[in-house]
């Protein structure tokens, strides 16, 4: 033996060994699920973000959950925003305006509708899509609002709390949420809007430490006046929260942005003041609360940090006092659970304090489970059906949000939940009865021709509806899902809307849709046209070649890993590439077959395998398409069923008792995946 393999050879031992598929545990998926959609407000009609940036991957799981463990063990909800004072400050304005005359419930119920019509355009699979404030949920989430709030009362969770709130001394009244505009307090926020307690990217903080804030009702500068409201105190679950997060790193189907933007908040009470200051604060440095000075270099700033909230607030209050400008560190803070907005779930009376709403947030945090509540009843199921999807250890919440949630969604909502287990010996871990923590699965930011768009900020988002004026729903399902937004924020440039492309540009947005209407397209239906070009339509029966089969099987099993890792872009480069060899053995084997029966029969046997195969996997991205596949091949829905998912189209027939199986005629030039085109 030389040198070099010598070498090589002790290389070797060094180099990780290649891990096969089929070496791995397949996933384990729950006995029942819910699927949540976040919930759009219901003050507009729904831009591309709202479907592309969740509804599209929502509905794909949802769609291959009911594939994996049965349609009747999948419930997929979501619904319309309806209270808080985004929507009562849009409706507001359109009626100063004269453009609506209608009543606060006539402006959300249009908006609702609209919303329902433009999912049911993007094949958005919902159970139910039902709306907080109209209908048979109202009254079923209110119930259940009230239910909760007297559930933490008992707990001993709720904590009265008087704040400062702004009121707004020209128009007479307190202003809420967005009827106040400002600057966020927290540091490093890149928000382009802050509002009365929260920012455009979800950070909370007290009112009172609002930068520069501005009334948006006459535009003057709000006092601050005290009200009365329930909190629950995030900081008494600290411990709770960063055992819950921790598990999330173990956790083989959870994002790292969910567990990095938690672990964000899990930091002590801070302060950040710029060094400009730093003799300024030397000056009150003895009479502050205790803390501890971070000093580092090439920063510019220093931080201050505190051992309890109340520590860091007497000392913003001294800063303040001595005109030492600063920035409020992302720390766990009490969360409001209600308000005096006159549009909202009504709270309780709890302790004699009468005449609150609660907050729109907290209330759209569990509306899915109302949204559950509701479907069950609609389809005649006992009251406490809702129980085997939310308090069950054999079912599994999945909860589809943007990054800007994942606050409210990765750690209010926990802490909530965590909180209905009574008093003491609370765990991050939920017993079967207990209420479940749901999984998040969040994206980044889905971006408009590179720059964050919002419907309330100065690039404004095509709506979702118009965008099917040139592309089809299937080719946008499929372009969205392959963006990859589980691991970065990515840019969508549809060519039509997209000032800057030139006349010969490819469009990005048809990439995938190509792969359907051109590749999976042409393969299908050269299996057709061959069959039916020498005889009746009938599908050859008889055994699939045992390359094919290794190879279908292994690209399931792939599929089925990503899928309960929602990596949807995997799913998808998965799907091209085996779709595009699908295509690449058709026309490599068929040639010569003319005069060779038997043969041509093996290969459009094998052939019809990996479209079958595909035809199945493609279901939750592509489902009209896939639809008509199907009815064409003549095959019950059962073929959908994973049960069957390893199983050649002979070995299905068999067991229906088919001894030959007739497949429909198809017709010259015919697309299963029809795109429109724009260039």
């Keep these: 033996m030389g040198k070099r393999d010598k070498k090589n050879q002790n290389n070797e031992q060094f180099r990780p060994k290649k891990v096969s598929i089929f070496d791995l545990p397949r996933p384990e998926f729950p006995k029942r699920a819910v699927v949540t959609g976040g919930m759009p407000y219901g003050n507009k009609q729904l831009h591309f973000g709202h479907v592309g940036g969740v509804f599209v991957q929502a509905d794909c799981l949802a769609r291959f959950l009911r594939d994996r463990i049965g349609k009747d063990n999948v419930i997929f909800v979501s619904g319309t925003d309806c209270y808080g004072s985004p929507i009562v400050e849009s409706y507001r304005k359109l009626v100063e305006a004269g453009e609506f005359d209608g009543s606060s419930e006539d402006f959300v119920r249009g908006n609702h509708e609209s ?316 017993a079967d009865g207990q209420m479940t923590l749901p999984t998040l699965v969040a994206n980044n930011h889905i971006l408009f021709l590179n720059k964050k768009a919002s419907s309330s900020g100065d690039v404004k988002p095509p709506m979702a509806a118009d965008l099917l004026e040139h592309y089809t729903a299937e080719q946008l399902r499929a372009h969205f899902l392959g963006l990859g937004l589980s691991l970065k924020s990515v840019s969508f440039r549809p060519k039509p809307l997209n000032p800057d492309a030139a006349e010969n540009d490819p469009d990005p947005a048809e990439r995938e849709g190509k792969m359907l209407s051109n590749v999976f397209n042409r393969v299908a239906r050269s299996c057709f046209y061959t069959i039916q070009k020498y005889g009746e339509p009938l599908m050859p029966m008889g055994g699939v070649s045992e390359e094919v089969l290794h190879c279908a099987e292994e690209t399931i099993l792939k599929y089925e890993r990503f899928m309960y890792k929602f990596e949807f872009h995997s799913i998808m480069s998965l799907m091209d590439t085996y779709i595009r060899d699908a295509n690449k053995f058709w026309a490599k084997n068929i040639k010569g077959t003319e005069d060779d029966p038997e043969r041509r029969d093996q290969v459009i046997r094998d052939t019809l395998h990996m479209v079958k195969t595909a035809m199945v996997l493609m279901h939750p991205i592509a489902p009209d398409g896939t639809e008509l596949l199907r009815k064409y091949l003549m095959l019950d829905e059962d073929i959908w069923s994973w049960d069957h998912i390893f199983e050649t189209l002979t070995e299905f027939c068999a067991a229906k008792g088919e001894t030959e199986h007739k497949i429909k005629f198809l017709e010259p030039r015919f697309d299963f995946f029809p795109m429109k085109s724009v260039g």
Excluded at 163 to 176: P, V
Excluded at 194 to 205: F, I, K, N, T
Excluded at 374 to 390: C, F, N, R, S, V
């Design 115 to 430: 919303q329902k019509e433009t999912l049911d355009k993007y094949k958005i699979s919902l159970n139910l899509f039902g709306a907080s404030g109209l209908g048979e949920a109202k009254d079923i989430h209110a119930e259940l609002s009230k239910e909760l709030m007297e559930d933490w009362y008992k707990n001993g969770h709720l904590e009265k709390m008087v704040t400062s709130q702004f009121y707004d001394a020209k128009a007479g009244q307190f202003l809420n949420g967005r009827q106040v505009v400002g600057k966020c307090p927290v540091d490093k926020c890149q928000s382009d809007k802050a509002y009365a307690d929260e920012c455009s990217l979800g950070h909370q903080y007290m009112p009172a430490d609002l930068i520069d804030p501005k009334s948006t009702i006459t535009g003057e500068t709000p006092e601050m006046r005290d009200v009365t409201n329930w909190y629950i105190d995030l900081t008494k679950f600290s411990d709770l929260m960063r055992e819950y997060a921790e598990g999330l790193k173990n956790k083989e189907n959870s994002r790292p942005l969910v567990y990095n933007t938690i672990s964000e908040f899990m930091l002590p009470p801070m302060v950040y003041v710029k060094n400009d200051f730093y003799d300024a604060y030397l000056g009150i440095k003895d009479n502050m609360p205790k803390h501890k000075l971070i000093q580092e270099e090439k920063k510019s700033s220093f931080t201050l940090e505190f051992k309890n909230l109340d520590d860091r607030d007497k000392a913003k209050n001294m800063l303040n006092e001595n005109e030492i400008r600063f920035r409020a560190g992302k720390t766990l803070v009490p969360f409001r659970l209600t308000g005096n907005i006159e549009w909202g779930v009504p709270a309780p009376v709890l302790d004699g304090e009468e005449n609150l709403t609660i907050w729109v947030w907290p209330e759209s945090l569990w509306a899915p489970i109302s949204f559950t509540k509701t479907y069950l009843k609609q389809q005649g199921k006992p009251d406490d059906e809702w129980e085997k999807y939310w308090l069950s250890r054999d079912a599994e919440v999945y909860q589809f949000i943007g990054q800007d949630n994942i606050y409210f969604y990765g750690i209010a909502e926990m802490v909530m939940f965590m909180a209905l287990q009574g008093r003491d010996n609370i765990t991050a871990s939920p």
